[in-house]
């Protein structure tokens, strides 16, 4: 009992920290409310709204359109789970080679105003898609950019790509990978599944494959600069590259959309994300929807269910999703 205590006063704190910090930010909270398992929060900062749940079990998920708002939520989110590390003295990390460690001094850390241009020296940049799909791996890319790939970059028109069509994004893949040296990190629904019943947050699983996909740039380049949109739970990485001595400096970009090299890094998991659930397709005999409130979703899942029950379903999808719930309840009844 007492531990259930403690976890639900982290709940109510972390849901004042958020409401404190809107405050702080001229936020306006549109609305609270209590939902399956949790708590909601709308907060509105005058050009889009952005949902932000909370769980008992420290999860916190932020949900709804890209842009601004989102972004600093993320921070937001990033520092809490970093300082949340920082005072226990312990991290918990995802995989059995990973096992949880002492923190160490954490590495560098900057985040970069909007406008300005952080891989204007030689730097390894991240990119992540999947995250805020249902179905399908998290895929997570790293790419080493230098001032002529950036050139390059330009020539290209690369932008963020969440505006191109499928086979314009496998296509600009392409040309991204032909410039400059990459690697890609997929973990597949199953092994997600696995690993985020070990760390109850996906933060922690997105940083795990930020660590595999760094320390596999790190054996092809020098450069001790790392940037991304985000980054994870920050923790998590210093923690891991820390116990193997490697010292790099995280910089986040404030705006993706005047960062080329960030936008590049996208667009190359994106396309992994796009060529993984193809390969998906053809094994179950359909596509996939992409996204995570699409009641074809829900359909989708049930029809997986119906056939091999909830461990096929776990084949293909992030179980921690509020949609698995809604997967099993058909009509009054909870599906087996």
């Not at 909270?29 to 050009?47: L, N, T």
């Not at 952005?50 to 008992?56: E, I, K, S, T």
């Not at 397709?281 to 995570?292: H, T």
């Not at 979703?297 to 719930?325: C, N």
Request: charged share 25%; aromatic share 8%.
């Amino acid at each position: 009992m007492a531990k259930k205590k403690k976890d639900y006063e982290a709940h109510e704190a972390a849901i004042q920290s958020l409401l404190e910090h809107a405050s702080r930010k001229g936020w306006q909270i549109v609305e609270e409310k209590e939902i399956d398992f949790g708590y909601r929060v709308v907060v509105h900062d005058g050009f889009t709204r952005n949902n932000v749940d909370f769980y008992p079990s420290g999860k916190i998920l932020v949900q709804g359109k890209q842009g601004a708002l989102w972004d600093e939520l993320g921070r937001w989110k990033e520092e809490r789970n970093t300082a949340a590390a920082q005072k226990t003295g312990k991290v918990s990390l995802p995989f059995e080679d990973m096992p949880p460690v002492e923190q160490p001094v954490p590495v560098e850390q900057a985040i970069t105003a909007p406008g300005s241009k952080p891989t204007a020296r030689e730097s390894i940049v991240l990119g992540v898609a999947g995250k805020e799909d249902y179905f399908g791996p998290l895929v997570i890319s790293a790419i080493h950019v230098d001032a002529w790939a950036e050139a390059q970059f330009s020539m290209l028109g690369i932008h963020d790509g969440t505006l191109l069509s499928d086979e314009l994004l496998l296509a600009k893949a392409e040309e991204i990978r032909a410039i400059c040296p990459y690697t890609l990190v997929a973990i597949g629904p199953r092994r997600y599944n696995e690993a985020f019943a070990k760390v109850q947050r996906q933060d922690g699983v997105w940083a795990w494959g930020n660590v595999r996909a760094i320390e596999a740039m790190l054996e092809k380049t020098t450069c001790n600069m790392v940037v991304a949109r985000q980054f994870g739970d920050k923790a998590i990485i210093e923690t891991a590259l820390g116990k193997k001595e490697r010292r790099i400096a995280l910089v986040q970009s404030a705006d993706p959309q005047v960062d080329s090299a960030v936008a590049a890094a996208s667009i190359v998991a994106e396309a992994e994300y796009v060529r993984y659930m193809d390969q998906v397709a053809q094994r179950v005999g359909q596509q996939l929807p992409r996204g995570a409130v699409v009641q074809a979703i829900i359909e989708v899942g049930r029809e997986i269910v119906a056939k091999g029950g909830k461990e096929a379903l776990g084949e293909v999808a992030k179980l921690h999703f509020g949609l698995t719930r809604k997967i099993f309840q058909y009509e009054g009844k909870y599906l087996k």
